[in-house]
């Protein structure tokens, strides 16, 4: 079971009579949802909940995820979405190594999306569609 940090942000929505717990740390500044990551409670207990430091940096050489870096430590931004220079090179150069290069820019084209609508809608909405889908 995922452990809520107290100190990290939950929002609480009413929806009808009930009232919905909506975890912001699910919502990583990247444009990915973790709510569906395959390594989320196993490996990562995602970039809101270890501030960035999550388990593929080592591997990646850095102590902390880039993008977090950017937008929480140095310009203290919500999501990549609010800076003015979205989508920057540290955006579109960041992504699995995995991945083929097609696959990699179809991967950043998604990330570009869902932070663009999470712009327009807000982070809550876009957080309840997201729970919606994977229920």
Request: hydrophobic content about 30%; glycine content about 6%; charged content about 30%.
């Amino acid at each position: 079971m995922l452990r809520l940090n107290p100190a990290r942000p939950v929002i609480l929505a009413c929806k009808g009579r009930q009232t919905e717990m909506i975890d912001k740390a699910l919502a990583p500044v990247c444009g990915l949802y973790c709510g569906t990551c395959e390594y989320l409670e196993k490996q990562c207990q995602g970039c809101g909940n270890v501030n960035g430091k999550l388990f593929w940096t080592a591997q990646m050489k850095v102590e902390v995820c880039p993008l977090y870096d950017c937008c929480i430590n140095k310009k203290q931004l919500e999501h990549c979405g609010l800076c003015d220079e979205f989508p920057c090179k540290t955006f579109t150069d960041f992504y699995d190594p995995s991945l083929s290069i097609e696959e990699a820019k179809k991967s950043v084209l998604a990330r570009q999306s869902e932070i663009t609508e999470r712009q327009e809608i807000g982070t809550e909405k876009w957080l309840r569609e997201k729970e919606a889908v994977k229920k």
